[in-house]
């Protein structure tokens, strides 16, 4: 695992060395993508949020696996998961 002090920005196979993933996090706990190695090619993921910031869609590659979206008061109006 490599940090700058708040936030992981890559991280590595303990035994081998190997590359598992890096990261795009501009702020403490704000992933806003992954690109993950741990599979035949590296795979991109985003975490796309709202002006809060909360996550509300995942989309990996250029597929919507997961979307949120809420009413006020945290009511939860629909849910996708592929």
């Known amino acids: ?10 991280d590595y196979d303990a035994e081998t060395g190997e590359l598992r993933a890096l990261y795009v996090t501009p702020f403490l706990d704000e992933n806003l993508m992954k690109d993950d190695f741990t599979g035949p090619g590296p795979i991109l993921v985003w975490y796309v949020q709202d002006g809060l ?3 509300r869609q995942l989309v990996v590659g250029d597929t919507v696996h997961n979307s949120y979206s809420y009413r006020r008061k945290g009511k939860e109006v629909f849910r ?3």
Do not use: E, K
């Open 1 to 10: 695992m490599v940090d700058n002090g708040a936030d992981v920005m890559a």
């Open 53 to 55: 910031g909360s996550v």
């Open 80 to 82: 996708f998961f592929d």
